[in-house]
């Protein structure tokens, strides 16, 4: 005992800090158990702040106490809560207005977290707190998103964790095809990036409803920014009144603008270097686009209408496929316009393949720069792939939209194309 008494003196600073750090992720969590309990009048109180507070520090505790005397001791606390958790759940259930068990594990959790802090484990303590308060905090709306999705949607984000966490380990990591080009683990990457971004946009618009025009351009533009100008074009037609078609085409000029953001976040994940050069033009043009969008909105000093876009759901196997292979073929156009006709063989290639989409264009130039190519190529390549899809919608709006929507909307594909334009004239070497 003496010797044990002599380790026990050894507690240091180190131990203080850990030992508060526990008490205030307890606090944390307790405050939230029981702001959410009293919030729900007729529950009954498992535990509280007090409660939560005071098992995060006997998890710390526990810990210091099993690294002197043995690994036992906190084998025999960790009992103890799940005894304490098992005994409390057994009494509340009885109680028709007690359902879950959400506070239950919560507690397990955080005696955990002091054990945790003990190992140095700070960082992941604090991310596990993290997590688990936003999934606390945030239950009505957890519910009402599970409430929304349907049988498709569900299917659609468990492809996305097959097509990311089950396949890629398997796919080969070799190159073949033509000028040594292709790798599937690389290509299907690449499909996991865009499925995801697209699966997110979607998501978020489902959860979102319809809350202006202007918020469901935005979001639409996530998922497919075509669709949005076909839909609000085809809108315009069949408004009653000429001011729907103003809503309508700042709905238009907003989705063709986010997709300038999503393209640079795309860079972003692929090629640091490349999206520090890159970040600049795409500001720029994002500003003269959502800036033309508020202006539309602000001369009509009126409240933005409320038409939800119907969206597809973006991510299938066939849909998945189908860009792996236009992934592909991208990467040989423009290696075999880049080798038969120099720099503006790849400018003609990225405007070719920005008619139909800009995704696999950016990823692809993307990596080519990453390999040693030319940055400036790639970025010159991905805005005009860019402005090329962007044209592609306006020649939608003139073809579908009404007059009026064509007047207005010309007022916002102007300023995207002019930032563009100017770009190029004064600040790129094309």
Same mark, same amino acid.
């Given at each position: 005992?003496?010797?044990?008494?002599?380790?026990?003196?050894?507690?240091?600073?180190?131990?203080?800090?850990?030992?508060?750090?526990?008490?205030?992720?307890?606090?944390?969590?307790?405050?939230?158990?029981?702001?959410?309990?009293?919030?729900?009048?007729?529950?009954?109180?498992?535990?509280?702040?007090?409660?939560?507070?005071?098992?995060?520090?006997?998890?710390?505790?526990?810990?210091?106490?099993?690294?002197?005397?043995?690994?036992?001791?906190?084998?025999?606390?960790?009992?103890?809560?799940?005894?304490?958790?098992?005994?409390?759940?057994?009494?509340?259930?009885?109680?028709?207005?007690?359902?879950?068990?959400?506070?239950?594990?919560?507690?397990?959790? *955080?005696?955990? /977290?002091?054990?945790?802090?003990?190992?140095?484990?700070? !960082?992941? %303590?604090? =991310?596990?707190? #993290? &997590? +688990?308060?936003?999934?606390?905090?945030?239950?009505? *709306?957890?519910? /009402?998103?599970?409430?929304?999705?349907?049988?498709?949607? !569900?299917? %659609?984000? =468990?492809?996305? #964790? &097959? +097509?990311?966490?089950?396949?890629?380990?398997?796919?080969?990591?070799?190159?073949?095809?033509?000028?040594?080009?292709?790798?599937?683990?690389?290509?299907?990457?690449?499909? #996991?990036?865009?499925?995801g971004t697209s699966l997110v946009g979607y998501m978020?618009?489902?959860?979102?409803?319809?809350?202006?025009?202007?918020?469901?351009?935005?979001?639409?533009?996530? #998922?497919?920014?075509?669709?949005?100008?076909?839909?609000?074009?085809?809108?315009?037609?069949?408004?009653?009144?000429?001011?729907?078609?103003?809503?309508?085409?700042?709905?238009?000029?907003?989705?063709?603008?986010?997709?300038?953001?999503?393209?640079?976040?795309?860079?972003?994940?692929?090629?640091?270097?490349?999206?520090?050069?890159?970040?600049?033009?795409?500001?720029?043009?994002?500003?003269?686009?959502?800036?033309?969008?508020?202006?539309?909105?602000?001369?009509?000093?009126?409240?933005?209408?409320?038409?939800?876009?119907?969206?597809?759901?973006?991510?299938?196997?066939?849909?998945?496929?189908?860009?792996?292979?236009?992934?592909?073929?991208?990467?040989?156009?423009?290696?075999?316009?880049?080798?038969?006709?120099?720099?503006?063989?790849?400018?003609?290639?990225?405007?070719?393949?920005?008619?139909?989409?800009?995704?696999?264009?950016?990823?692809?130039?993307?990596?080519?720069?990453?390999?040693?190519?030319?940055?400036?190529?790639?970025?010159?390549?991905?805005?005009?792939?860019?402005l090329s899809n962007t044209l592609v919608k306006f020649?939608?709006?003139?073809s579908i939209g009404s007059v009026e929507l064509r007047?207005?909307?010309?007022?916002?594909?102007?300023?995207?194309?002019?930032?563009?334009?100017?770009?190029?004239?004064?600040?790129?070497?094309?």
């Amino acid at each position: 005992m003496e010797f044990e008494a002599a380790k026990l003196s050894d507690l240091n600073m180190d131990h203080l800090l850990g030992l508060l750090i526990s008490i205030g992720m307890g606090f944390l969590i307790g405050m939230e158990r029981q702001f959410s309990k009293e919030a729900q009048e007729h529950e009954e109180q498992f535990a509280g702040i007090r409660t939560f507070t005071m098992v995060s520090m006997f998890g710390f505790i526990a810990a210091i106490l099993s690294s002197l005397i043995g690994t036992w001791i906190f084998g025999a606390t960790l009992v103890c809560v799940f005894a304490f958790v098992i005994i409390s759940y057994m009494q509340l259930s009885k109680l028709p207005s007690n359902k879950g068990a959400t506070s239950e594990f919560a507690l397990l959790i *955080t005696f955990m /977290l002091g054990g945790l802090v003990f190992l140095g484990m700070v !960082l992941f %303590a604090l =991310i596990v707190m #993290v &997590v +688990m308060l936003l999934l606390l905090t945030f239950r009505p *709306t957890l519910h /009402l998103f599970v409430e929304k999705l349907k049988r498709q949607e !569900l299917l %659609a984000i =468990i492809l996305f #964790v &097959v +097509m990311s966490a089950l396949v890629i380990p398997f796919l080969p990591n070799d190159n073949f095809g033509p000028y040594d080009l292709w790798n599937l683990k690389e290509i299907w990457q690449m499909v #996991v990036l865009v499925a995801g971004t697209s699966l997110v946009g979607y998501m978020i618009a489902k959860f979102m409803g319809e809350r202006g025009t202007m918020i469901a351009g935005l979001v639409g533009g996530l #998922v497919s920014s075509t669709s949005v100008a076909l839909t609000f074009s085809r809108k315009s037609k069949e408004a009653a009144s000429a001011s729907s078609s103003f809503y309508y085409a700042m709905g238009i000029i907003s989705a063709c603008t986010i997709m300038f953001p999503r393209v640079l976040f795309e860079v972003y994940v692929i090629n640091w270097e490349l999206f520090l050069e890159l970040w600049v033009p795409i500001l720029i043009i994002s500003i003269a686009g959502f800036g033309s969008a508020f202006l539309i909105y602000t001369f009509r000093k009126g409240k933005p209408g409320g038409d939800g876009i119907i969206l597809k759901n973006p991510l299938d196997l066939a849909t998945a496929i189908k860009f792996a292979l236009l992934y592909a073929a991208i990467q040989w156009l423009v290696k075999y316009a880049g080798e038969n006709f120099g720099d503006n063989g790849t400018y003609i290639a990225g405007a070719i393949s920005g008619i139909t989409d800009v995704d696999a264009i950016t990823l692809s130039m993307a990596k080519m720069a990453k390999s040693g190519g030319d940055s400036a190529i790639a970025i010159n390549t991905i805005l005009i792939a860019a402005l090329s899809n962007t044209l592609v919608k306006f020649m939608i709006v003139l073809s579908i939209g009404s007059v009026e929507l064509r007047k207005t909307a010309f007022f916002g594909f102007f300023a995207i194309f002019l930032t563009g334009s100017a770009y190029f004239l004064l600040y790129s070497n094309f």
